[in-house]
């Protein structure tokens, strides 16, 4: 059992960052793909990043792509999502999850988050 708690959300202006972190409990944090996923008023979850276990294998979504970072620290039970150069486009709220194996697809994630809203005001 893994639970997700993210934090880092809030109100920016396009162009500025915000760096999210999403906290798991549970000793086996390293054995799983973490991923990011966000979902805005009216429209369906959508991929955001996700990174393997140990850091080797990274997808993101090519509307994020350059933009955000992802990145993990096994020691500390923590993925943290950096995200630079935000547009109005990218609020939303966002989602940290666990999996088995990395992948972009949200119904192969075991574990989520509450949610973070993250609000870019143009």
């Known amino acids: 059992q893994v639970q997700l708690v993210e934090s880092g959300g809030g109100l920016v202006q396009a162009g500025g960052s915000l760096r999210l972190s999403c906290a798991a409990s549970?000793?086996?944090?390293?054995?799983?793909?973490m991923g990011w996923f966000r979902q805005a008023p009216g429209k369906e979850r959508e991929f955001v990043v996700a990174?393997?276990?140990?850091?080797?294998?990274?997808y993101y979504a090519d509307s994020v792509k350059g933009r955000f970072t992802i990145s993990r620290d096994n020691a500390k039970n923590t993925v943290y999502l950096q995200m630079n150069s935000l547009k109005p486009e990218d609020t939303a709220v966002y989602y940290c999850?666990?999996?088995?194996?990395?992948?972009?697809?949200?119904?192969?994630?075991?574990?989520w988050g509450q949610g973070t809203q993250v609000t870019v005001s143009s």
């Open positions: 999850a666990a999996a088995g194996k990395i992948t972009t697809r949200a119904r192969m994630y075991d574990y």
């Open positions: 549970g000793r086996t944090f390293s054995s799983y793909t």
């Open positions: 990174i393997s276990w140990n850091g080797g294998i990274i």
